[in-house]
């Protein structure tokens, strides 16, 4: 019996242990396979939780016809010609002159040709701000050095001639040149301050031409016979308009004694408001100082008033201040009449 039990325990001994061994391998090879699963399972994660690559943009090509954007440009700048010459003189006495060009080249705006005269004392570069200005709203303009009337203190005639000569030249030049520079060659708009607007006062009334009246005169009063030659013998250009900035009215104050005739007496385009009448079509600007000490402003209200009673366009434009540049009111006027 002992025997027999000794048996049966050493049976389930070994029985458990074989069971033993099997549930291990058995355990090893679930552990295994779990762990396989959780490396297939890891992969997997890692594979879906990696970024994508980002896919290059590609523009499609435009096509043959698409117009292209233009690039955009700045102000064109403004070119100054300088001393460019336009008077030669004759007589002995008389002075080489020259001038400036304002433009913008290539813009051709068709605009009027604007010819500045300076006060006494001043040259063509004296007024610079002004002429700039000017080019920039599309005019040309010639900045011209001219004989001054104010440098006759003794009553040269001669000067008065050379000066008005002077302002001849310019208007031939204008005409010559007006072209190439694309401004109107039929238009010009003589504008200037103080001497300046004297001498156009003269030049615009007379309608670009005083060769003849001049000659006439020398001929009865012995003189004065021609003082320079003009760098073109093209036709005086025709003046359109006109913008004086405190000027000395009537056109004679530089020829002596304003209430007389005294010095040009017979010479009609010198003599007080004479040559009212003539190039009835100009348009007039006369901008002149409230508190004027050099040239009251009475006198170019005077002037004003002549020339409206004639049934010219004219208007009289007052400003606070005295003899100074109005350089707002002028560039404002001159641009109106370019319109």
């Known amino acids: 019996m002992r025997n027999l039990q000794t048996i049966i325990v050493c049976g389930w001994a070994v029985e458990k242990k074989l069971m033993t061994s099997k549930s291990a391998k058995i355990t090893l090879l679930i552990s295994i396979l779990l762990l396989l699963a959780t490396a297939v399972l890891s992969a997997c994660s890692a594979g879906q939780g990696a970024a994508e690559p980002t896919p290059t943009a590609t523009t499609p090509p435009l ?29 002995q006495l008389a002075k080489q002159r020259r001038l400036n060009v304002y433009h913008i080249p290539g813009a051709n705006e068709q605009k009027p040709l604007v010819i500045w005269a300076h006060g006494f004392g001043g040259g063509r570069f004296t007024d610079e701000t002004l002429a700039e200005r000017l080019a920039e709203e599309g005019f040309v303009v ?50 200037g301050t103080s001497a300046g607007a004297w001498l156009g006062s003269i030049i615009s009334f007379a309608e670009g031409d005083l ?9 009865a009063n012995g003189g004065p016979a021609q003082r320079v030659e003009c760098s073109t013998d ?85 400003q606070d201040g005295t003899h100074v540049l109005f350089e707002d009111q002028i560039v404002t006027q001159i641009q109106a009449l370019g319109e």
């Open 63 to 91: 096509p043959t016809d698409t117009p292209q954007p233009t690039p955009t440009q700045g102000p064109a700048e403004v070119v100054r010609e300088e001393s460019v010459l336009y008077v030669s003189p004759i007589d």
């Open 142 to 191: 010639l900045s011209i050095d001219w004989q001054v009337a104010m440098s006759n203190p003794e009553g040269d005639i001669g000067v008065m001639r050379e000066a008005t000569e002077n302002a001849e030249c310019a208007l031939r030049f204008a005409a010559e040149n007006a072209e190439q520079y694309g401004a109107d060659p039929e238009n010009v708009i003589w504008a």
């Open 211 to 219: 060769q003849g009246e001049w000659d006439a005169y020398a001929a």
């Open 234 to 318: 093209a036709e005086p250009a025709n003046i359109m308009g006109y913008v004086g900035n405190a000027g000395p009215y009537p056109a004679d104050f530089w020829l002596g004694d304003p209430s007389t005739d005294e010095c040009c007496a017979g010479f009609l385009p010198m003599q007080m408001f004479s040559a009212i009448g003539n190039n009835p079509d100009l348009a007039v600007r006369i901008i002149h100082g409230r508190d004027e000490l050099v040239f009251p402003i009475e006198t170019a209200e005077r002037f004003a008033a002549a020339l409206q009673d004639a049934g010219y366009d004219v208007k009289f434009l007052p």
